[in-house]
């Protein structure tokens, strides 16, 4: 089971769909991880608060209602508590523009809508330096 | 290039992102079945429908609509839930999702060009024949079909 330090890998999912968070909630299983889901970016930043930012990864949605993906990588990155979190933003924002937003923003990787599994799993392994699995 | 022209281009950049995303996100190969301009269709009975309203120069309505039960093997593919098992809910989210990823797709081609536009959020709506109605309508269809699997796309200009 991958780990880091002293507790296993715990990742968070930030997605309005009930969909997109059930895709890599497979993902997770495959990989051994925990999951914890926000549906949108305010219940992202209270379950942060609530684990005390003991987060691995963020895989953050753009375009969600209320406060969207790009301001909560906003207040993440601004936390001294939360910024060595890395963010992967999972978007259908695909445009040169918006990659180069993110990441001025501190994304720390990007993944655009659709993906395969193969490619989403790939990508959090690489997202935790750990390479391809 | 003609107006007609012009809205089978734009049409089939559609299509073909609904083909991708679909064969990406659900492993599901789905083949041209039908192409109209002008379209005097009403959507099939017993559909899901999800909609994306497409704000630019030529604004528009994004469609996409399948069955029930079509949708609940594309979305049973996309997360592994059992279709048994799938709520409304899923249903739901999953034609959602697929309207946004199609319209994003689109959306990032056509940015910069003439025909560009922005998008709201996606939104769902079930039930049967719904028309719409506007005198100077324009509009696109396609069909799409993959074994049991039939999925509408129509984009109606505004």
């Not at chain 2, 064969?23 to 301009?37: C, K, S």
Request: net charge negative; with cysteine.
């Amino acid at each position: 089971m991958p780990e880091r330090g002293s507790h296993n890998m715990r990742m968070m999912t930030v997605d309005d769909s009930s969909v997109i968070r059930k895709i890599i909630r497979s993902a997770a299983d495959v990989l051994e991880f925990e999951l914890v889901e926000a549906e949108d970016g305010f219940a992202a930043l209270k379950k942060l608060d609530d684990c005390s930012g003991k987060i691995d990864l963020i895989l953050l949605d753009w375009n969600m209602p209320g406060i969207n993906g790009y301001e909560v990588l906003q207040k993440i990155k601004q936390n001294p508590s939360y910024q060595r979190i890395p963010v992967m933003m999972v978007t259908t924002e695909s445009h040169k523009e918006n990659i180069v937003q993110a990441i001025q923003a501190g994304a720390d990787h990007y993944m655009i809508k659709p993906f395969t599994m193969e490619e989403l799993t790939k990508k959090i392994m690489e997202c935790l330096g750990k390479g391809a699995i | 290039m003609g107006e007609a022209e012009s809205l089978a281009f734009r049409g089939r950049l559609f299509g073909e992102a609904l083909r991708n995303t679909v064969v990406t996100m659900a492993g599901i190969t789905l083949d041209w079945a039908q192409e109209e301009n002008q379209p005097e269709h009403i959507f099939q009975t017993e559909t899901v429908t999800g909609m994306m309203v497409l704000a630019g120069a030529y604004p528009a309505v994004l469609f996409l609509s399948a069955s029930r039960n079509a949708l609940a093997e594309m979305v049973m593919y996309m997360t592994g839930i059992d279709s048994s098992e799938m709520t409304d809910r899923d249903l739901d989210d999953g034609i959602g999702e697929l309207v946004n990823m199609v319209a994003g797709s689109v959306k990032t081609q056509l940015k910069g060009s003439e025909v560009a536009f922005q998008l709201t959020s996606p939104f769902v709506f079930r039930g049967k024949g719904e028309v719409i109605s506007k005198p100077t309508v324009s509009g696109y269809l396609a069909s799409f079909e993959a074994a049991q699997i039939q999925i509408l796309l129509k984009i109606v200009y505004i």
